[in-house]
């Protein structure tokens, strides 16, 4: 009689396969909540894809947000780990301000761009979270700020860096910029370690040849009246644009997943069901959305970008691009703010639809840039296309952290003063040696 023999797992055995399974859930959801977003993210596509049961998830975790909770702590805590033990080296080594800062932010792109989906989810998700969840997760953000904001400190009492730059919003621009590259980044293009080098140089040395000692353009731009918004000149023309204006609000507070129609209608303060009366579906709302805000923001700064005879100096010609951009997103559009807040929790077929205006847009930017280059404006050691990336970057993603309403307040910029310290930044660079020294 064949008898199937009992086999006795130790208690240290089960563990570390519970451990592995642990590992292969958390490592699938961080893939799925970097490429999808945590609303789309449901337990079955992270089962689906970590190769277990979608009932076995259960003995591990007990919903979708404890398993998103220890994705972001992984993600963040190994950022903060990995960049802190950089700066530990540097100051062993006794290294100077330069290198450490390269090797810092080397390792905050490893961890964003390459080691693993975990720091990027992170980064693309926080945001959009219920406040309760961002809350539990706050104190290690504080602190991983804290190594950068330290950083600066230290390179601003020593002289180097500019003196003219206040360290919290230098150390949210700084931040915002490299996070960004998230959105666009392609390792088989920029190989992480070239990147890091680069985008190293350019924050502190800036793109000019020569440094512009004098101040940029940041005055209103007034075209941007001139036909961006279309005029609701009927009832029902009126009542569309309240429904796009309410819609973008609620996907720019919310994510494109959480805003229900019903949250739409809540806020446009009418019935639910009179939006389709304007609007087939959330998504044909969506498109509308992301294309007003898209178009608004093409149209109006790519005039400024192919008006080469009207900006002689290409350095004035960026300044006022510069300008454009950061009022159109902040001065005027609940639209543009929108789209790049959901941009990346989009599917690849709604952002496919909306590809030929943000290529038109990009295409500005590079023929300026490019002539800036051919002229020797700025230096001929950086490629167009990624110093576009970056520096659109790091313009977006300041609707993340920037409160124009709080300009004046002591440590806070106005919308202007942000704009002029944008132009300085990305032109002159940080270091002490470049900008407007006093």
């Not at 859930?25 to 999808?36: D, E, N, V, Y």
């Not at 090797?103 to 964003?112: G, P």
């Not at 639809?353 to 280059?373: F, M, S």
């Not at 050691?381 to 124009?404: C, H, Q, S, Y």
């Amino acid at each position: 009689m064949n008898v199937t023999p009992h086999i006795t797992v130790s208690p240290d055995a089960a563990a570390k396969k519970s451990d592995r399974t642990r590992f292969t859930i958390l490592t699938a959801a961080a893939k799925q909540f970097r490429a999808s977003g945590y609303g789309p993210s449901t337990l079955r596509r992270i089962a689906d894809a970590a190769g277990v049961e979608a009932g076995s998830i259960y003995y591990h975790f007990a919903s979708k947000e404890e398993i998103f909770d220890a994705v972001l702590d992984k993600g963040l805590r190994q950022l903060y780990h990995a960049v802190r033990e950089a700066g530990k080296t540097c100051e062993a080594e006794g290294c100077d301000f330069r290198e450490t800062f390269v090797r810092m932010l080397h390792y905050h792109l490893v961890y964003l761009l390459k080691e693993n989906d975990f720091t990027s989810a992170n980064i693309r998700n926080f945001s959009m979270l219920p406040l309760h969840m961002r809350e539990r997760h706050r104190p290690l953000r504080m602190a991983y700020a804290e190594l950068w904001e330290e950083l600066l400190q230290k390179a601003l009492r020593e002289k180097q860096i500019r003196s003219d730059i206040k360290v919290a919003p230098l150390r949210h621009f700084l931040l915002g910029a490299l996070n960004w590259m998230g959105e666009w980044f392609y390792a088989s293009h920029y190989p992480v370690s070239a990147l890091s080098e680069g985008v190293a140089t350019l924050i502190l040395d800036g793109m000019l040849v020569e440094t512009r000692k004098h101040p940029f353009p940041v005055e209103e731009m007034d075209f941007l009246d001139d036909g961006l918004i279309e005029l609701a000149d009927s009832k029902v023309a009126r009542t569309r644009m309240h429904i796009l204006s309410s819609a973008a609000k609620v996907m720019r507070a919310n994510g494109y997943s959480a805003s229900t129609l019903r949250r739409i209608a809540a806020e446009a303060k009418m019935e639910a069901g009179s939006i389709y009366y304007h609007f087939k579906s959330k998504e044909h709302l969506l498109d509308a959305v992301l294309d007003r805000g898209l178009r608004e923001m093409a149209n109006g700064v790519s005039r400024i970008l192919y008006d080469i005879a009207g900006y002689p100096d290409s350095s004035w010609q960026i300044a006022a691009a510069i300008n454009a951009h950061m009022r159109v997103l902040f001065a005027r559009s609940e639209f543009t703010s929108a789209n790049i807040r959901m941009y990346g929790q989009l599917s690849q077929e709604i952002r496919q639809r909306h590809r030929p205006v943000r290529l038109k847009y990009a295409a500005a930017w590079d023929a300026c840039l490019k002539n800036a280059q051919e002229n020797r404006i700025i230096r001929s050691d950086i490629k167009v296309v990624p110093l576009r990336l970056f520096m659109i970057g790091a313009l977006n993603w300041t609707v993340e952290w920037f409160d124009p309403e709080k300009g004046g307040q002591d440590g806070y910029y106005s919308l202007q003063e942000m704009i002029a310290l944008q132009q300085s930044l990305l032109l002159n660079g940080i270091a002490h040696n470049g900008g407007m020294t006093p």
